[in-house]
């Protein structure tokens, strides 16, 4: 052989091996250092800002950012697509074969995501099949330490890391900017506190849905929100859509809440001077307006003055309070109270309310006691709120420092809040709210049990159940909600909030107040009636 032959050989020879090595190369491509992906426009992510974490009043820890493993591919790097997205289906059990084989084979891309979010034993049997074109991406995931606490409050994030829910949605600009920790205005263990006898509520009475609130009516801020069957924010991938703990009752859901609402009538009535709180209404026969009958569940007979009224839930006594009110200075009082529009607080998906579709005399008469008007317990207690702040109403929030926040709006004055107090004093004492009483507390408030609406009318039995209270009676400083959405466990009386919402609402206060620094006092200071003494003299002196 000449030697010209020979070099020739050899040149063959040293291009086989090149090639060789290109196609091992191609086979081997398996990266456990979790490199930058190309930045081809398929999908790569950029270098961002780790996401700022989310903590109570306290700084304890309620959402984190924490390192995932994601699996992409190359397709350039892959021999096989089909071989490749069927050993891969061998352990993620969840991937479409078909789908990621063409995603696979498209040679036409170089970034391809294949799983997002792997678990580390995932991650193991991926790295030991060896496969090529193949890599692990590092990413920043949302962790939620505590689970369900505060879980409709806090919100999720969606895969991409954005928030789609809760505060994680409403605060995503400062979140995603990275820096300081979102402060919450909830306490941890009140959160828990409130939680817990929430759910021990809706069991025990086999609600289909529940919702608690406690603000702190001077300031605004929400120190619990709860909304029951609890949501999961760590599972949100996994939670179906349509999943009834999804569902925030707290903002998101409106509800008729019943006889809670007449102390608004009341209020309404003393503020305008159209009743005194001495003044007597007949209550012994039904109201018949427009085929339409109203009447009580516990008749009272003879005259009721407006403290019994409240504290014996009238309907047909508050009926008659709000004739003498007026139709106009009913919508004028609803009005300057927020429950003609949607809770505006720190939460995405709070709900508009459901008003009449005009206000004559029929609906001025159920909206009295609560019927015929829908509103969410956060526009509520925001409204009721007043009541614990000498007639001022303060927009809520869950945000410490926010300092965008509108002035406060008077609802009605300081002296017509006390009178209205000391009758919810009463019904607490004698009345339907008695399973509420907390020893050393003293605590206001009213039972509301409601029928639920369906077409053409009211289910008789299905209610919504709630007791709203401010606390402590003689220095009133927070207001609290307790709804029961269809409460169905023990006899018909048990089914009304006298015997669910409101012994809830007590455990709730009996277990909060010291947490937030209430001491008990076991005397009171202020004799019933005191208000009332007070608004004669002012009525006198007009």
Same mark, same amino acid.
């Given at each position: 052989?000449?030697?010209?032959?020979? =070099?020739?050989?050899?040149?063959?020879?040293?291009?086989?091996?090149?090639?060789?090595?290109?196609?091992? %190369?191609?086979?081997?491509?398996?990266?456990?250092?979790?490199?930058?992906?190309?930045?081809? %426009?398929?999908?790569?992510?950029?270098?961002?800002?780790?996401?700022?974490?989310?903590? &109570?009043?306290?700084?304890?820890?309620?959402?984190?950012? #924490?390192?995932?493993?994601?699996?992409? !591919?190359?397709?350039?790097?892959?021999?096989?697509?089909?071989?490749?997205?069927?050993?891969?289906? %061998?352990?993620?059990?969840?991937?479409?074969?078909?789908?990621?084989?063409?995603?696979?084979?498209?040679?036409?891309?170089?970034?391809?995501?294949?799983?997002? *979010?792997?678990?580390?034993?995932?991650?193991?049997?991926?790295?030991?099949?060896?496969?090529?074109?193949?890599?692990?991406?590092?990413?920043?995931?949302?962790?939620?330490?505590? *689970?369900?606490?505060?879980?409709?409050?806090?919100?999720?994030?969606?895969?991409?890391?954005?928030?789609?829910? %809760?505060?994680?949605?409403?605060?995503?600009?400062?979140?995603?900017?990275?820096?300081?920790?979102?402060?919450?205005?909830?306490?941890?263990?009140?959160?828990?506190?409130?939680?817990?006898?929430?759910?021990?509520?809706?069991?025990?009475?086999?609600?289909?849905?529940?919702?608690?609130?406690?603000?702190?009516?001077?300031?605004?801020?929400?120190?619990?929100?709860?909304?029951?069957?609890?949501?999961?924010?760590?599972?949100?991938?996994?939670?179906?859509?349509?999943?009834?703990?999804?569902? =925030?009752?707290?903002?998101?859901?409106?509800?008729?809440?019943?006889?809670?609402?007449?102390?608004?009538?009341?209020?309404?009535?003393?503020?305008?001077?159209?009743?005194?709180?001495?003044?007597?209404?007949?209550?012994?026969?039904?109201?018949?307006?427009?085929?339409?009958?109203?009447?009580?569940?516990?008749?009272?007979?003879?005259?009721?003055?407006?403290?019994?009224?409240?504290?014996?839930?009238?309907?047909?006594?508050? #009926?008659?309070?709000?004739?003498?009110?007026?139709?106009?200075?009913?919508?004028?009082?609803?009005?300057?109270?927020?429950?003609?529009?949607?809770?505006?607080?720190?939460?995405?998906?709070?709900?508009?309310?459901?008003?009449?579709?005009?206000?004559?005399?029929?609906?001025?008469?159920?909206?009295?006691?609560?019927?015929?008007?829908?509103?969410?317990?956060?526009?509520?207690?925001?409204?009721?709120?007043?009541?614990? =702040?000498?007639?001022?109403?303060?927009?809520?929030?869950?945000?410490?420092?926010?300092?965008?926040?509108?002035?406060?709006?008077?609802?009605?004055? !300081?002296?017509?809040? &006390?009178?209205?107090?000391?009758?919810?004093?009463?019904?607490?004492?004698?009345?339907? *709210?008695?399973?509420?009483?907390?020893?050393?507390?003293?605590?206001?408030?009213?039972?509301?049990?409601a029928e639920k609406p369906v077409a053409g009318g009211y289910d008789d039995d299905?209610?919504?159940?709630?007791?709203?209270?401010?606390?402590?009676?003689?220095?009133?400083?927070?207001?609290?909600?307790?709804?029961?959405?269809?409460?169905?466990?023990?006899? &018909?009386?048990?089914?009304?909030?006298?015997?669910?919402?409101?012994?809830?609402?007590?455990?709730?206060?009996?277990?909060?107040?010291?947490?937030?620094?209430?001491?008990?006092?076991?005397? &009171?200071?202020?004799?019933?009636?005191?208000?009332?003494?007070?608004?004669?003299?002012?009525?006198?002196?007009?």
């Amino acid at each position: 052989m000449s030697e010209a032959s020979r =070099n020739r050989t050899r040149l063959a020879g040293l291009a086989i091996g090149a090639l060789f090595v290109v196609l091992a %190369g191609k086979a081997g491509y398996l990266s456990l250092s979790g490199g930058g992906a190309p930045a081809h %426009g398929d999908g790569a992510p950029d270098e961002r800002v780790v996401r700022a974490d989310i903590v &109570d009043r306290n700084g304890e820890l309620l959402a984190t950012s #924490v390192s995932a493993y994601s699996l992409v !591919a190359n397709p350039k790097l892959i021999w096989d697509g089909a071989e490749v997205a069927k050993a891969l289906a %061998g352990v993620l059990p969840d991937l479409d074969v078909e789908e990621m084989s063409a995603r696979l084979s498209d040679q036409s891309r170089e970034f391809v995501w294949v799983e997002r *979010g792997l678990t580390p034993r995932q991650r193991k049997a991926v790295f030991d099949l060896g496969l090529e074109g193949l890599r692990f991406e590092e990413e920043s995931r949302r962790a939620y330490p505590r *689970g369900t606490l505060a879980g409709h409050v806090l919100g999720y994030t969606n895969i991409d890391g954005v928030g789609a829910g %809760g505060i994680e949605y409403s605060q995503n600009d400062r979140l995603a900017a990275g820096g300081e920790p979102v402060r919450l205005t909830i306490d941890n263990g009140v959160q828990a506190a409130v939680e817990a006898e929430l759910a021990i509520a809706a069991v025990e009475h086999e609600a289909e849905g529940g919702a608690a609130i406690l603000m702190d009516a001077q300031t605004g801020e929400v120190r619990a929100l709860a909304s029951w069957p609890p949501f999961d924010p760590n599972r949100s991938v996994d939670i179906p859509m349509k999943d009834p703990s999804r569902l =925030n009752r707290a903002t998101g859901a409106v509800y008729e809440l019943g006889s809670v609402f007449k102390p608004f009538t009341v209020a309404a009535a003393l503020e305008a001077g159209a009743v005194h709180p001495k003044d007597l209404f007949d209550v012994r026969k039904p109201l018949e307006i427009r085929g339409y009958t109203i009447e009580d569940d516990h008749p009272l007979y003879g005259d009721a003055d407006v403290t019994h009224i409240i504290s014996k839930s009238s309907n047909i006594g508050t #009926v008659r309070i709000n004739e003498a009110l007026g139709i106009r200075r009913q919508q004028d009082f609803l009005q300057r109270a927020g429950l003609m529009e949607r809770a505006r607080i720190e939460l995405s998906g709070s709900a508009a309310p459901i008003l009449p579709e005009r206000f004559d005399d029929l609906s001025s008469a159920t909206v009295s006691y609560g019927h015929g008007i829908a509103v969410s317990p956060m526009a509520f207690l925001a409204a009721f709120s007043a009541f614990a =702040n000498e007639g001022e109403r303060v927009q809520p929030t869950l945000v410490m420092g926010h300092t965008k926040r509108p002035d406060p709006v008077r609802v009605m004055s !300081a002296l017509t809040a &006390d009178m209205v107090n000391v009758m919810m004093r009463e019904a607490v004492r004698t009345g339907t *709210g008695r399973n509420a009483e907390v020893a050393g507390y003293r605590v206001a408030g009213k039972t509301g049990t409601a029928e639920k609406p369906v077409a053409g009318g009211y289910d008789d039995d299905r209610n919504v159940t709630s007791f709203a209270a401010v606390f402590p009676y003689d220095r009133p400083q927070y207001a609290l909600i307790v709804t029961l959405d269809d409460p169905k466990a023990g006899s &018909d009386i048990s089914g009304t909030a006298a015997f669910n919402a409101a012994p809830a609402a007590g455990r709730i206060i009996e277990r909060v107040a010291p947490l937030m620094g209430l001491a008990p006092r076991f005397e &009171d200071i202020r004799p019933a009636g005191a208000a009332l003494r007070s608004g004669e003299e002012k009525r006198s002196s007009l």
